[in-house]
Each structure stands twice: as structure tokens, then as C-alpha cells.
């Protein structure tokens, strides 16, 4: 068992209420800003749809059910390389069942795989970590905790908690450490499976000719995407994290319209596709830490602290299945290009957080995905 195993230590999430009188006295008090008459959601988030979700959260919302939900679950934390890590361990009931490592993305954590955790747990061991600097994974241990040095945490928490053959997926920025992980760990890694995956030109000739209609859409899409966040988080995380630090109402605001743009069908609102609960769930996680800073530290190390590498980047080896969501612009040449694509599903429909648009289509497309390498 994983409370057996050396520097592992069981965990139990238990915010004061102390904590909890604070946020509500905050969004008591919240100072509220004019807007453009009639613009909508085009210039970011509404304020009477924000003073509706803001007031739900204060009364409607209960911290302490869903903290107990959360709760339900084996929780551990365990320290590698100097970083704190906490993660749920949810063993299958069978033994031979493969173990899988879950990985999420910003602005998501733990929370997002709670809808897959049973039917996953019929195949395989679950780990499902909070990504260094995300959630109870914290304080980071320093600067350059970036996709890789992350891959080999998780490579070395697999190994701490025994596993010797296991698989990965991952989503946003859990895709980007999911491959690497398969890069660092191929002895091990039996299969890599993602979705939101980031395709990206290489800057060889052709590579542009011959792209289907919905290929070339996807790149325009790419092309026209507005990625203020990444700009903020890449350049500024740390002033931007004053902010959303000493505002519950500007969290939800920042992370909401996420939630907004990313979710099918965009132009419906959040809880149209997760429940308004959940969304809550993931924003007081962020308030209740306090690390708005700490996890947009990673577009830093990625955007501003590495340089981009030159030429074509190496191939993975590892098996790798793509499932690609309505949201989502990955494109197939370009995959291969990268990874060892053995699988490729085209969904057709959900957005950006499958795990809790599209709980069952993931759950079958991992299924689907671990069984062809078996």
C-alpha cells in the first residue's frame, strides 16, 4: 500500500475556517468595475454574470462537501528532488490492473479527473498528482521546474510507489509533460495518451501543403488564438499572481473565462458544460492555496526562461494515442512528426477539459488506447 512506502505520507485536505470566513467577507466586499455597455463576453467577463457566480459562491456554493468528495479518496504527499507533491493513489481491485498516471493542465488540478476516477479504476492504478506549484503540490522548490524537470518527478514518484511498467495522459500542459515523461522513462512508459495536444509547424518546406480543410482551420485557429493569458503568465506570473492572490472575485474572473473560450459549445456559458460546482471547486483550490503565482510559473520557464530548441524536435518512441476534442487544433502530420502515434481518435465534439466535458468518451479512448498495446 502507498502509506507503506518510504517518504510517503498520507494527506487529508482540511481548510480552516478561518480561510473560508475570509473568502466570504472578501466577496462581501468586492469593489466591482464599469463596463462597455453592451460588449458582452467580447471584452472579457461580464460583470452582472460575474456578480451572479461571485454571489452563488458566497451562498449557494458548499467548500465543505465538495472538500469531502475530494476526501474520499487515498491522498499522499511525498517530497522529491526538494519538491513537495501531492497526489491521490486509487488502486484498482485488480492486482494486475496497469497503473496510470493522470496529469492536468492549467487552469485545472486534481479535480478535473474526479468523474473518471471509477470507471478508470476497473483497468488500471490511478495516481493523479497536483502539478508542482498547482494545489497542495507546493511551496515550488525554485526556479526551473519546467515540463521536463517535472517528467522526472513523475518519473521518480512512479518508482517510489513501485510501479515497474505503467502508463500516462495528460491534457494541456499535463500533454506536454506526459510526453516527456515517455522520453525520460521509455523502459517503463508502456503507452502515452493525450488530448489538448499543441501541434506545431517545424519550419521545413511542404509541411503546409496538402492540409485538409479542418486542418487548415485548426491553424488558423492557432493562427487568430488570443493568448493574452500565456502572455501574462510567461512574462509577469509573479505580478500578475498580486491580484489574484488578494481577489477571490478576480480569480474566478481570470479562471472562469478559461472555462468560457475553452468549453464546446464556446458561445454557451461554463456550466452549460461543467457543473458551476465543479468550476467553484477548481477556483477555491487556487483561492485556498493562494497559487495563482506558483502555477503560472511553468508558461515562465517554458515561454521566457528556455530557448526554444532549433530544428525539428526528436521523435518520441513511446506508443502514443491522441484523442482530439471539437476544441481542440491538433493536426496529424505534425504529431507524427513528434511522437510515436499508434492511435488517433477524432471525437467530433467536447472541448478543452474532456475529463469533465466528455467523462465516458475519455474513459472508452484510454480503454481503447491501452488495450491495442497489450
Known sequence: MTNSKPGVRPFRIDIPQAQLDDLHS????????????????????????????????????????????????PQYLTTIDGQNLHFLHVPSSDPDATPLLLLHGWPG?????????????????????????FGFSTPLAGPGMNADRMAGLFVALMDRLGYERYGVHGYDWGSWIASRVGARDPERVAGVHLTALVTLPAGVEGEMDGLSEIEQQRWQRMLTFNDGYLQCNAKRPQTV???????????????????????????????ESIDRDRILTEVSIYWLTGTAASAAQIYYEEFSATAPPEGAPRKGTVPTGVLVSRHDNAIRRWAERDHHVVHWTELGKGGHFLAMEEPALLVDDIRAFFEKLT
Open 26 to 73: 472578501r466577496l462581501a466586499g468586492t469593489r466591482w468595475p464599469d463596463e462597455v455597455p453592451g460588449a458582452g463576453w467580447s471584452r472579457g467577463v461580464p460583470v452582472e454574470y460575474l456578480r451572479e457566480v461571485a454571489g452563488y459562491w458566497r451562498n449557494g456554493y458548499d467548500w465543505r462537501a465538495q472538500e469531502a468528495a475530494l476526501n474520499r479518496y
Open 109 to 133: 488540478g486534481v479535480v478535473d479527473f474526479l468523474d473518471v476516477i471509477q470507471p478508470l479504476t476497473a483497468s488500471f492504478h490511478l495516481v493523479i498528482p497536483s502539478l508542482p506549484g
Open 241 to 271: 499572481g498580486y491580484a489574484l492572490t488578494d481577489s477571490p472575485v478576480g480569480q474566478l474572473a481570470w479562471i472562469v473565462e478559461k472555462f468560457k473560450e475553452l468549453t464546446d459549445p464556446e458561445e454557451g456559458l461554463p456550466e
